[in-house]
């Protein structure tokens, strides 16, 4: 199976701040992967798909990218409906896999 | 609008059966592959299985935890996808969602969870 690690775990930012999540995979997985946002007691939101690419009505603010077997995930500007859990998952092969979350807070 | 529902969630004892439904609307059935995804109260999320479209001959795909136990199946006709549940374990309980995979590897569309218990 394709392992899927997320760092960091746990991020503490302010309203405006830029973040950065990765997402590191065990093995290649071209750039089938996607980015979701969770928010409590709601079903997990479409980010980003294929690494990169912006899913409709999702805010610019939002980039992914791919170096390799790292994934990144960036949020250009924090703005209060964006605090909320974060996952990775892949497409490459099966079984399909997330990453473990990265739960974002607000400092 | 473009939806999915699903239903049938609730106790369940431990060895017993369970049948989830999703409803879709709102777009062709028909033409997407549909996934199961599956959430322990206050962990990550973790994918269960995937029925392929019928131009892909209703293959199936199965996470390991659930192989052999779990079959996911659709009937197009009533726009509806079931996953079957049995020989269920106190590991199983979880929100149960239905997600629609958008020919371009994710998931774009999420029904809102079935809760699935299973306790003595």
């Known amino acids: 199976d394709i392992q899927l690690t997320q760092s960091p775990s746990f991020l503490s930012a302010s309203v405006g701040d830029r973040v950065t999540i990765t997402c590191r995979a065990s093995q290649g997985i071209n750039s089938y992967l996607a980015w979701y946002q969770q928010k409590p007691g709601k079903a997990p939101k479409l980010l980003i798909y294929?690494?990169?690419t912006l899913q409709s009505g999702v805010p610019s603010r939002f980039s992914g990218s791919r170096s390799d077997t790292e994934f990144t995930l960036t949020i250009s500007s924090l703005q209060p409906e964006d605090f909320a859990t974060y996952y990775c998952?892949?497409?490459?092969?099966?079984?399909?896999?997330f990453g473990q979350g990265t739960r974002l807070e607000i400092k | 609008e473009v939806q999915l529902v699903e239903s049938g969630g609730g106790l369940v004892q431990p060895g017993g059966s369970l049948r989830l439904s999703c409803a879709a609307s709102?777009?062709?059935?028909?033409?997407?592959?549909m996934d199961w995804v599956r959430q322990a109260p206050g962990k990550g999320l973790e994918w269960v299985g995937r029925i392929r479209n019928k131009g892909r001959s209703y293959t199936t795909e199965y996470a390991v935890s659930v192989k052999g136990r779990f079959t996911v199946s659709r009937d197009d006709s009533k726009n509806s996808l079931f996953l079957q549940m049995n020989s269920l374990k106190t590991e199983d309980t979880a929100f149960y969602y239905c997600?629609?995979?958008?020919?371009?590897?994710?998931?774009?569309?999420w029904g809102q969870g079935t809760m699935v218990t299973v306790s003595s």
């Open positions: 294929v690494a990169s």
């Open positions: 709102g777009f062709t059935f028909s033409d997407y592959h």
């Open positions: 997600a629609r995979d958008n020919h371009f590897y994710s998931f774009d569309i």
């Open positions: 998952q892949q497409l490459n092969s099966y079984p399909i896999t």
